[in-house]
């Protein structure tokens, strides 16, 4: 069956560091692979997304490539912000009648 | 409103009670999912919905758990007789695509604590 694996966290930067949370998958076929975010008192929202191998998803200054040959899609962002403290749940989608996977979610804390 | 409600946003309810938690998706969308989000469990696969019919009821975690869907719409969860180990939020999310593509629409959730 399908699974994600992302690093548990919690994960503590200083503001403008770089950040990299991993994810990788396993899945069949050829899912879309997405990274969600939950900010504090929020419900989840979707951060990004990549459909094809060698995509690249971005928004908010956040970035991950859809990598199949190493069944990976890593989060990265250059310069985070207090803003960006969240848990951020890495997922996939094989479509039709399956459900969308979740990792266990990273939580980010960002401090000044 | 637009977007997916949950009711209640919490609920303490005494263990043995039964409890329904209600998902309202965003008009129109065909497929509904309830996870569960527990500390440090992340989100764990209960139920899918595609119109009324359930083609993947795989994470429900024991038969004191159901969920049904009427008109396409409103989804209900049933928890019966609840034991601590319940306590959890509960999401529910929609989507219009059934698609390998579609982003998934939350609600806020339901808090669930069982005494």
């Known amino acids: 069956g399908n699974s994600v694996t992302q690093m548990e966290g919690p994960v503590t930067l200083s503001e403008e560091a770089f950040l990299t949370i991993n994810c990788t998958y396993t899945?069949?076929?050829?899912?879309?692979l997405f990274w969600y975010v939950q900010y504090p008192g929020e419900g989840l929202q979707l951060l990004l997304k990549a459909t094809k191998a060698d995509d690249k998803g971005s928004n908010k200054g956040f970035e991950a490539t859809y990598r199949k040959e190493t069944t990976s899609f890593h989060l990265e962002k250059g310069s985070v912000q207090v803003s960006d403290s969240a848990v951020y749940f890495c997922a996939l989608n094989s479509g039709g009648y399956q459900k969308v996977t979740f990792g266990i979610g990273t939580k980010l804390q960002v401090i000044p | 409103g637009a977007g997916v409600s949950q009711s209640p946003s919490n609920k303490v309810t005494e263990k043995g009670k039964d409890v329904e938690l209600r998902c309202d998706p965003i008009?129109?969308?065909?497929?509904l999912y309830w996870y569960r989000q527990s500390l440090g469990q992340g989100l764990e696969f209960l139920i899918y919905?595609?119109?009324?019919?359930?083609?993947?009821k795989s994470g429900l975690p024991s038969d004191r758990f159901s969920a049904e869907r009427t008109g396409g719409s409103v989804s209900t969860l049933t928890i019966q007789r609840t034991q601590q180990e319940d306590s959890a939020v509960y999401l529910c999310?929609?989507?219009?695509?059934?698609?390998?593509?579609?982003?998934?629409?939350f609600g806020e959730g339901s808090r669930l604590t069982v005494l």
């Open positions: 899945a069949t076929g050829y899912p879309s």
């Open positions: 008009s129109g969308h065909t497929a």
């Open positions: 919905f595609q119109g009324n019919s359930a083609p993947d």
């Open positions: 999310a929609s989507t219009l695509d059934r698609g390998r593509s579609g982003e998934l629409f």
